[in-house]
């Protein structure tokens, strides 16, 4: 079955770096379209970057645009999402997403906190 597993969340603080990791499996990774989204406590889940099958094309949310770099391994089956000079207003739990014949699958979410 699909299953989607974030990792590399954690404690920074403003103006550091995390990178995340999304590892996949249970579909053909390479051929799928892949997002991370982010939820802050009391607030909606935001889209925050998508990257096409083949990595050549990106999208990214004006709020992270020049900091974050989302990129993927399609021989790894593993998304990443590399994000610099993080601000307290990145606290979130970020998620990996993919949607499969219509049917949006999720991960469990990692939590990261950016305070002084």
């Known amino acids: 079955q699909v299953q989607l597993v974030e990792s590399g969340g954690g404690l920074v603080q403003p103006g550091g770096s995390l990178r995340l990791s999304c590892a996949a499996s249970g579909f053909a990774f390479s051929t799928y379209t892949m997002t991370w989204y982010r939820q802050a406590p009391g607030k909606e889940r935001e889209w925050v970057a998508t990257?096409?099958?083949?990595?050549?094309?990106?999208d990214y949310a004006e709020s992270v645009k020049g900091r974050f770099t989302i990129s993927r391994g399609n021989a790894q089956n593993t998304m990443y999402l590399q994000m610099n000079s993080l601000k307290p207003e990145d606290t979130a739990v970020y998620y990996c997403?993919?949607?499969?014949?219509?049917?949006?699958?999720w991960g469990q979410g990692t939590q990261v906190t950016v305070s002084s």
């Open positions: 997403n993919t949607k499969i014949r219509l049917v949006n699958y």
């Open positions: 990257i096409l099958p083949f990595g050549r094309i990106t």
